[in-house]
Each structure stands twice: as structure tokens, then as C-alpha cells.
């Protein structure tokens, strides 16, 4: 583990894995501890805020690494709801070395915001040694472990989760209908999306939740107009774990348009 970083709010290090998996990849994670009352953001803030983001490019004997997010939680001041992670949070960090035979400096340069009774862009410099040979660290190699269960299971050939995505209405009205499987007794499914790159949308309203259904809504504004298609990347939130697919929805003319 890396010393810790203080910043207002809270302090940030690097963990790492004792051993690389069986491909040869090596997963570390970036903790943050967060004081009472405060929180920052997951990769896409919501309605308001600054999306936590990291820069490797100052790395050593670093092919590729990889930041991924467990799933967040949707928190409302009143005015905006965002997506955050509160107390604690270790964000994985899959790690492809460019040599297995020589060590490795994984040097991460953040960028994220940080809130409580105001919100403030944090910045933090860590860093971390991944020898070429290393000790066994139960707590560092549980940290990681933990963090890695908890990102969403991506798609991949598992069927859809959303049988039925549509974009509906014109002008201030137009919205996303959303509609996704569910456990038969799940009663508050979570979903969050992120459209397009530059996108700066809202948080899905869940509508209802009725035998394996549930179905959201969620305005169009600040999604791009210009487009017949819209990529959307979608995260499903059950009692079973947590899911993510990327979607390609078709998006009709306005009529101004036609």
C-alpha cells in the first residue's frame, strides 16, 4: 500500500494484489476514505458534480491499466441528485505490464470532486511499486478482491437485461422509456446511465417494479439531438448484483426535422 494522500474531506492510496492472476494481469485499486458527510463521484457525477477520473501516463513498465467503478449510489440534496460514493470506496485498476521481469511504478495523477456542504475539485499524486516478486498482504489482497466483486458483470453473452428501450415525445417532453428484467421480489431496482461523451443528462425515475419488470423514465435534455442513434451505456442495480450493457437505441425525427 502507498502512503496516504490527505485532501479536504478525506485521503487517497494506491493497494495492490500480492500475486498477478492467472493471465498474467496485475490488479491494484485507488481507496479513498472519506470523513463524515462528505462524498465524491463515480465516473458519470449526475445532475451535478465532477466525474472521478485518474491519468496513468507517468507510469513505468506499464502497458495498459485499466480504472473501473463499482456501482454508485443516487443521493439527493434537494435540488440535484448525483452519483456518488460516500465513507469509503476502492476503485479496481487492471494492470497489463509491458515486462514481467521487471518491477513496475504505478503512478496515478486524480482528478475528482469532493462535497459536503459545498463541492470542490480535489486533485492527488500516488504512487506504488509492483515488484517483480512480492510478500503475501491478506488486507491489501482482500481490499482488492472485495473492490473487483463489486464492479457491474458486463454483458458480454449473457442475454439483455433491457428488453425495451424507446426515446418518445418532442421538445421539453421528450424522454427515454426504459424498461428492464428484474428479481420477481425486487422492490427498488437502481439504474444509471450515461449517454455519449459531452452529455450531460439526468438520473433515471424509477416508475414501477411489477412481476420482474421495472420501468424508469428519463429526460431528454442534455442528450445529443442530432443523432438517429444513441449509444447509451446502462447500470442495473439488483438484489443480485449489479449489471452493465452498452445499447444502441434508434431515435426518431422531430418533426420540426421533417
Known amino acids: 500500500m502507498s502512503e496516504w494522500v490527505i485532501v479536504q474531506g478525506g485521503a487517497v492510496r494506491l493497494i495492490r494484489a500480492s500475486e498477478p492472476t492467472p493471465d498474467g494481469l496485475y490488479r491494484g485499486g ?39 467503478f463499482p ?36 503512478n496515478a495523477n486524480l482528478t475528482f470532486g469532493i462535497c459536503k456542504d459545498i463541492c470542490i475539485p480535489g486533485q492527488a499524486e500516488v504512487s506504488l511499486v509492483f515488484p517483480a516478486a512480492t510478500m503475501k498482504d491478506e488486507i ?30 418532442e421538445g421539453k417532453e421528450r424522454q427515454l422509456e426504459i424498461s428492464a428484467k428484474v428479481p420477481a421480489k425486487e422492490k427498488a431496482p437502481e439504474l444509471f446511465v450515461e449517454g455519449p461523451a459531452g ?21 431528454y435534455i442534455g442528450l445529443p439531438e442530432d443523432v438517429s442513434e444513441l449509444e447509451l451505456r446502462l447500470t442495473l442495480v439488483t438484489k443480485d448484483g449489479a449489471f452493465e450493457e452498452t445499447q444502441n437505441v434508434s431515435v426518431p425525427q422531430t418533426t420540426a426535422s421533417n
Do not use: C
Request: charged share 20%.
Open 30 to 68: 485507488i481507496e479513498f476514505r472519506l470523513e463524515d458527510g462528505w462524498h465524491t463521484y463515480w465516473r458519470y457525477p449526475g445532475e451535478a458534480g465532477i466525474p472521478t477520473e485518474a491519468s496513468f501516463v507517468n507510469s513505468v513498465n506499464i502497458a495498459s491499466a485499466e480504472l473501473m
Open 71 to 106: 456501482a454508485p449510489k443516487a443521493y439527493s440534496d434537494g435540488f440535484s441528485t448525483s452519483l456518488i460514493y460516500s465513507e469509503k470506496v476502492v476503485l479496481p485498476v487492471l494492470i497489463k505490464r509491458m515486462d514481467d521481469g521487471r518491477p513496475t511504478i504505478l
Open 140 to 169: 491489501a489482497d482482500k481490499l482488492v478482491n472485495d473492490a473487483f466483486a463489486q464492479v457491474p458483470i458486463a454483458q458480454g453473452d449473457l442475454p439483455s437485461q433491457f428488453p425495451e428501450i424507446k426515446v418518445v415525445g
Open 199 to 219: 452529455s450531460y443528462h439526468g438520473v433515471p425515475k424509477l416508475t414501477s417494479v411489477k412481476k420482474g419488470k421495472a420501468h424508469w423514465t428519463l429526460p
